[in-house]
């Protein structure tokens, strides 16, 4: 079955960039979306289909993808930004979530 | 203003059975793929299973083995989830999703989840 690698945690400092990672097996060939989750909250799509934002969403977030790695990119960081980051990916038949990473913002 | 309210969560002992409900508003639900997504008490996400508008395409994650079962009233707009056969480890908030569009896109609106406890 297909998985997604993500880091457990990632921490940034106020107004710099954070980049949290998602690593699958040829990853580049699909899409890539990216939700962000907060205590107590449903999850909220922030990117989809690799670098594309909903609206609402800040221009400070993007996606990119390479052959074995997504990546969300959050400029400017912000306190607010702060949640848990899950990418996403549909293989086959199955959708896929990776195991999310922490993003503090300190 | 877009809703979808899950209900029907709670407590069940094991090998008991539940149905979960997802009540829509908003949006022409009958235009849309939906999806179950659940998360265990200080876990990550879990996919759980899909239903396509018509209810042609209809997948599942492999570790339920058949004993959940998703589908879906257009006419009520509504989703729903018939479990069976609960065991501990389905314990978890049990998330209704929209996709996007059709049934490889992103899920772009959630409801706030209901508790089920086995």
């Known amino acids: 079955s297909y998985e997604l690698t993500q880091p457990l945690s990632v921490s940034v400092a106020p107004g710099q960039t954070a980049r949290i990672t998602c690593g699958g097996n040829n990853i580049g060939g699909k899409s890539v979306h990216w939700y962000q989750q907060k205590p107590g909250q449903a999850p909220v799509l922030v990117i989809y289909r690799g670098n594309n934002r909903p609206s609402g969403i800040p221009e400070r977030f993007s996606g990119s993808t390479s052959a074995n790695t997504a990546t969300l990119t959050i400029s400017r960081a912000q306190a607010g930004d702060e949640g848990v980051f899950y990418c996403h990916v549909w293989d086959i038949t199955t959708w896929v979530f990776g195991g999310g990473t922490k993003l503090t913002v300190l | 203003d877009v809703q979808m309210v899950e209900s029907g969560g709670g407590l069940v002992q094991t090998g008991g059975s539940l149905r979960l409900s997802c009540a829509v508003s908003g949006f022409t639900f009958s235009d849309y793929t939906m999806n179950w997504v659940r998360q265990a008490p200080g876990k990550g996400l879990e996919w759980v299973s899909s239903i396509s508008t018509s209810s042609s395409y209809i997948y599942y994650t492999d570790s339920l083995k058949g004993r959940f079962t998703i589908s879906r009233d257009n006419a009520k707009s509504s989703l729903l989830l018939q479990m069976n056969s609960l065991r501990a480890e389905d314990t978890a908030v049990y998330y209704c999703?929209?996709?996007?569009?059709?049934?490889?896109?992103?899920?772009?609106?959630w409801g706030q989840g209901t508790m089920v406890t086995v």
């Open positions: 999703a929209r996709s996007r569009v059709g049934i490889r896109d992103a899920f772009d609106i």
